[in-house]
């Protein structure tokens, strides 16, 4: 037992230190943390949200023998798709005349289950001037649904909104 030393008192407060600077530099990584994990889950809900609507878009008839139009078209960029002139729609137990809103596409403001998410559908008609993307054809509809969502920040939500827009061409049956 003759070369036993300890630590020396500069020592011990010298390690708790820096294990105390350590510490605290990791601790200012959680909210960067959290904020990656919030808004990723805040994107991925909004990615799910637009791909429902698709998919909801995918089961409208739209069909010209017999006529049946429930895909409908947007008036403008800023308008929910209605049914074109001369039209109509059945669907189920709806019936939508030519010219009138089709509910299912109808801005939504308040997403029932995702509060503080909104969702827009709009159908453009390709048969139309330059068509879509350059297809011209009038069998086709661009269908584009945006999604937006509050983001948030490394401590608070933030106040500008994000947006997910997915698109698909849909050809008539």
């Known amino acids: 037992m003759k070369n036993e030393q300890g630590f020396t008192l500069v020592e011990v407060l010298l390690a708790a230190f820096v294990i105390t600077l350590g510490l605290v530099g990791l601790l200012s990584v959680i909210p960067v943390g959290t904020f990656a994990t919030t808004d990723g889950y805040r994107l991925s809900t909004a990615t799910f949200l637009?791909?429902?609507?698709?998919?909801?878009?995918?089961?409208?008839?739209?069909?010209?023998?017999?006529?049946n139009d429930c895909l409908g078209i947007?008036?403008?960029?800023?308008?929910?798709?209605?049914?074109?002139?001369?039209?109509?729609?059945?669907?189920?137990?709806?019936i939508v005349a030519a010219g009138g809103a089709l509910p299912w596409f109808a801005n939504e403001t308040?997403?029932?289950?995702?509060?503080?998410?909104?969702?827009?559908?709009?159908?453009?008609?390709?048969?139309?001037?330059?068509g879509c993307s350059g297809v011209v054809d009038a069998s086709l509809r661009n269908v584009?649904?945006?999604?937006?969502?509050?983001?948030?920040t490394a401590v608070a939500v933030s106040s500008t909104d994000k947006a997910v827009t997915v698109n698909m061409m849909v050809t008539q049956r």
């Open 110 to 130: 308040n997403i029932a289950g995702f509060p503080g998410y909104t969702r827009n559908v709009r159908i453009t008609n390709c048969g139309l001037g330059a």
């Open 144 to 152: 584009v649904v945006a999604v937006t969502y509050r983001s948030g």
């Open 50 to 67: 637009a791909n429902q609507k698709l998919e909801e878009v995918k089961n409208m008839p739209w069909r010209s023998v017999p006529a």
């Open 74 to 94: 947007s008036a403008s960029a800023t308008a929910a798709p209605t049914v074109p002139a001369g039209g109509t729609c059945t669907l189920g137990g709806t």
